[in-house]
Structures are given as C-alpha cells and as structure tokens.
C-alpha cells in the first residue's frame, strides 16, 4: 500500500548530517580508538619524562650544588631544556595534534641513545606513531572525524589506573624524600 501525499501536513527536512555517514565516522573512530589511546600514551610518557628529568634536576642542583657536576653548564642545561620539549611535545600528543608528530618521531629516535629506559621505550614509541594506524590518527582527516564525533572516548581499564595513581604516588614520595630532610626524619627510614 503506498502512501498517499498529505498536502496540509508540516514540511520534513533532513537537518545535518545523514545517518549513513555519521555512522560511518564514528565506525572509523571505534576502529582506531585503542590506537588512540596508544598514541595518548605516548603523550602521557613525554608528560613523565619532563617531571622525572625536573624533580632529578631539582634533587641533583639541590644535593651537590657545590660539585663540579653542576658547574659543567651545558650538562645542567641540556636537562633543563628537556623539560619544556617533553611537556610540549607531551601536551600535544595528548590533544592528538597532526603537527607533532615529526617532532615525536625525532625525540623518539633520539630517546633510543639513552641506554637502558630509552633503548626499550623508544623502538615501542616509534612504532606507535609511525605505523599505518599511528599516521591516520596523526591526520588533519582524523582530526576532523574526532571533532565530529565527540561522544566516543576509550574507557581505561582499573587497573591502569590504579596502576598509574600508584606511580604518581610512588615518584612523589621518591621526590619528597630526596629534597625534604624534614620527610625522611618523619618516615625514620634506614637509608
């Protein structure tokens, strides 16, 4: 039975986009979207690194601020200068920006020369990023479909998290030992 045109009834208009491409957007993101999380990783490790490097730093100048070690300028201030890479280069693989990823192919590469950390983490870094799925999430087109669907995210699994907060947790206390004498008469450790 066909239906029959109802000239008084209120006009249908398709407002946006059709059905079949929105679905078709958010198929390609819930392809990609544990290789996202994979690239927001690598994001988070660069964020590490910068305040691994600055709170060493900030022991080391605070520990021997009268050795020779630190009067070696280029030494004190190549460390320092990795802080502010590694959070930019942190912050932005983390929003995912298509700009970065040369720089993090380049920091990844030259993360392999710091033997032993660096060796193992740097060839997993460069394989993230640079594989068929690193360089389409690392897109301007992939940009776009996540701007365009914004209600899909990864779901991090529990034990990651409590993983990472027992991390957080453990380089805080490490940090707070080395720097507070204050801390480590209150803890009485032998060591």
Known sequence: ??????????????IGRSAGEFSELESVRLENLSHEAA?????????????LVSSL?????????????LKNDPFVLSYWVLVPISLYIGIKMRR?????????????????????????VG?????????QKGKFILSQRYTNIRYRTPGIHYETKLFTKIFAIAISVSVSVF???????????FLNLPF
């Open 175 to 185: 940090v707070v030992y080395y720097v507070s004498p204050l801390f480590r008469e």
């Open 1 to 14: 039975m066909q239906q029959q045109f109802n000239p008084y009834s209120a006009p249908t208009i398709a």
């Open 96 to 120: 995912l920006d298509h700009s970065i990823r040369n720089t993090v192919v380049i920091a990844a590469a030259l993360m392999m020369f710091a033997f032993p950390f660096g060796t193992i």
């Open 57 to 69: 730093m900030t022991i080391v100048t605070s520990k021997f601020l009268n050795e020779d070690l």
């Open 39 to 51: 690239l927001k990783a690598v994001g988070s490790l660069f964020l590490i690194i910068a305040a």
């Open 123 to 131: 060839p997993g870094v460069l394989y993230v990023v640079c594989c």
